[in-house]
């Protein structure tokens, strides 16, 4: 858990630089200034930056509306915030090797809202949530099934042995059939 908690704070103190810099680059400040200051390139100060504003978009979207009187506000707020983009499913390996006998390293079910995901059963602590229901009426159609390609000497239905049932046709064969000669080393002979 210490991995998870180290990773929140990294996120939470990028967050922080990433609106610092959108501040900066609200008040003038060049893409190339603010990369030059932090020793980073122009494309991690501008993919930042467009972290920044994205956060500050889910923010505004998802705080209610304060200018109205009354409280209620044209857009219903959503039931639930929305989750940081650092939080994410900590994996659960079982302590001996991973195989598919294994035994689950949980022994029972994990805690509610635990962001643990335990690897041989596939169990997590937000299985119950409600973003995790299936909807049949908008689950996608499943994919058809490919129909198996037909190999090169089945394609051609002329080929004389094909049609007969009887053993495929051999490299004279098909030379007399295609060029409508027997062979080269005949017609020579017969030349001669």
């Not at 200034?33 to 991690?44: D, I, K, P, Q, V």
């Not at 090797?97 to 059963?121: A, I, N």
Request: glycine share 6%.
């Amino acid at each position: 858990m210490r991995t998870t908690n180290r990773n929140r704070v990294t996120g939470e103190l990028l967050a922080l630089r990433d609106a610092e810099w959108l501040r900066l680059r609200e008040e003038g400040m060049s893409i190339a200034e603010l990369a030059e200051e932090a020793g980073m390139s122009e494309r991690h100060v501008k993919r930042a930056l467009s972290r920044a504003r994205k956060a500050e978009e889910d923010r505004f979207r998802d705080a209610p509306d304060a200018t109205s009187d009354e409280g209620d506000s044209s857009e219903p707020a959503s039931a639930a915030p929305r989750t940081p983009w650092w939080m994410e499913l900590v994996p659960l390996f079982p302590v001996t090797s991973f195989t598919p006998q294994s035994e689950c390293p949980h022994r029972g079910p994990l805690p509610e809202g635990s962001l643990l995901c335990c690897m041989v059963c596939s169990a997590s602590g937000i299985d119950g949530h409600p973003a995790m229901k299936r909807d049949p009426a908008t689950d996608p159609r499943p994919e058809p099934k490919s129909r198996p390609k037909r190999r090169a000497d089945e394609a051609r239905s002329e080929t004389p042995a094909k049609e007969a049932g009887s053993t495929p046709e051999t490299r004279r064969q098909r030379r007399f059939r295609v060029f409508g000669k027997e062979s080269p080393r005949e017609d020579a002979g017969r030349a001669a």
